[in-house]
């Protein structure tokens, strides 16, 4: 495999590898807002690595451009969407769970 | 190597379904639903490298513009009728 094949091979690797550990993160934290930082932070990067991977399997051609576009599309509108869910949370009341306050059990364990 | 990173992004895939029927609240659904989407873009895009063609991005760059459009518009509407999920009818 040429070196690019070895590049593009490890940036989908780990863009996949964050992928399922963004999955996992949705099922380990305990309350939504951890919930949404862990969905959130994978997401975003997961797709960078990702899209990155894909760019350089297709090498220097229109598809490189798209992805670039899809990536910077991705890169600004993943962080607003987690922002305005957070906000429409907490302007509904959901507040975040303390360990202090409301015992140790969290609140939501499936 | 892609057919196994397509593998893994379907697994996200699903644990992000697996917490939207879990979800005990709304904004967990929608928070998985926007993963889920997201997802969906970077497997098409996958696919658009298993099958050679570059033209499926284009399917991808839309696929993620509607996905933001329709989780702001979700937001939207539960900011505008207030938190009870179960309330029918149009907002106020």
Redesign the interface.
């Known amino acids: 495999m040429s070196l690019l094949g070895i590049i593009a091979a490890l940036l989908l690797g780990s863009g996949a590898l964050l992928g399922v550990i963004g999955g996992i993160g949705l099922h380990r934290m305990p309350d939504f807002y951890t919930r949404l930082h862990a969905a959130g932070v994978t997401d975003t990067l997961c797709s960078a690595l990702f899209l990155g991977g894909l760019a350089i399997h297709f090498g220097p051609t229109l598809a490189s451009v798209k992805l670039a576009l899809i990536f910077m599309f991705l890169m600004f509108t993943s962080p607003t969407s987690c922002h305005a869910l957070a906000n429409t949370a907490f302007n509904a009341g959901l507040r975040p769970w303390q360990a202090s306050s409301t015992g140790s059990t969290p609140p939501s364990t499936p | 190597?892609?057919a196994?990173?397509g593998i893994?992004?379907l697994?996200?895939?699903?644990?992000?379904l697996?917490?939207a029927l879990?979800g005990?609240?709304l904004?967990?659904r929608?928070?998985?639903v926007?993963?889920f989407g997201?997802?969906t873009?970077?497997f098409i895009?996958?696919v658009?490298?298993l099958v050679g063609r570059?033209d499926y991005?284009?399917i991808?760059?839309l696929y993620?513009?509607i996905n933001?459009i329709g989780?702001?518009a979700l937001?939207r509407y539960?900011?505008v009728s207030?938190?009870s999920e179960s309330k029918p009818g149009p907002p106020p």
Do not use: C, Q, W
């Open positions: 190597m892609l196994a990173a893994a992004v697994v996200s895939m699903a644990l992000a697996a917490r879990l005990p609240t904004y967990d929608i928070l998985a926007n993963m997201t997802k873009v970077l895009a996958l658009a490298a570059g991005l284009d991808a760059l993620a513009l933001f989780v702001i937001l539960h900011e207030g938190v």
